[in-house]
């Protein structure tokens, strides 16, 4: 229908940087992260960048699938704020 439809989890502004899209310092910083988590570089999801405004939020919620065998194991979080 090409209606958007408001996320019921999560209200921040969204940005990805695609794998097959990834610059150097992006794969640097996954590289960084995959170190820090003791997982495969390449196991990773791509690198998602999260923008909260006054008033938006991200509720609690699950990453599983059901029936699913390859399920994310980890959430690595950066936080970047003024000051």
């Given amino acids: 229908t ?28 996954n590289l960084r992260i995959a170190s820090a988590t003791g997982t495969n570089v ?6 998602t960048i999260l923008r909260y405004r006054p008033g938006q939020q991200y509720r609690p919620h699950l990453d599983t699938l059901p029936g699913e065998r390859n399920q994310r194991v980890a ?5 970047l704020n003024d000051g």
């Fill in 2 to 29: 090409r209606l958007q439809v408001p996320d019921p989890i999560r209200t921040s502004d969204i940005a990805a940087f695609p794998l097959a899209l990834e610059q150097p310092a992006i794969h640097a910083i």
């Fill in 42 to 47: 390449r196991a990773g999801e791509p690198l």
């Fill in 75 to 79: 959430t690595m979080l950066i936080y």
